[in-house]
């Protein structure tokens, strides 16, 4: 069972940045592909970014493409959501999420999730 632990949500004006932080516990971290998912109320979880299990590999959704990174460190078992420019429509709870399979934009092919982190980002 991996547990994850996200950190670094908050408030933060239009166009500033955040750093979000996702700690793994399991010692075959380096093992997982890593996800950033969020979620607003009456909407699905939505795909923000993944990484291999190397970090060689990033994807972006597209609302987020040239703004957010995901870059990750295996020696600290963290992976991070580089966040810059935020806008209004970034306002949600974050999740991170690892998976045995690949670093795919489907929720359903994570395998462990961490609580989620709010970020609110004023206009």
């Known amino acids: 069972q991996v547990q994850l632990v996200e950190s670094g949500g908050g408030v933060v004006q239009a166009g500033g940045s955040l750093r979000l932080s996702c700690v793994g516990s399991?010692?075959?971290?380096?093992?997982?592909?890593m996800g950033w998912f969020r979620q607003t109320p009456d909407h699905e979880r939505e795909f923000v970014a993944a990484?291999?299990?190397?970090?060689?590999?990033?994807y972006y959704a597209d609302s987020v493409k040239g703004r957010f990174t995901i870059p990750r460190d295996n020696t600290k078992n963290t992976v991070y959501l580089q966040m810059n420019s935020l806008k209004p429509e970034d306002t949600a709870v974050y999740y991170c999420?690892?998976?045995?399979?690949?670093?795919?934009?489907?929720?359903?092919?994570?395998?462990?999730w961490g609580q989620g982190t709010q970020v609110t980002v004023s206009s």
């Open positions: 999420a690892a998976s045995n399979r690949g670093p795919y934009s489907d929720y359903r092919e994570y395998d462990w």
């Open positions: 399991d010692r075959f971290f380096s093992d997982y592909a």
């Open positions: 990484c291999s299990w190397s970090g060689g590999s990033t």
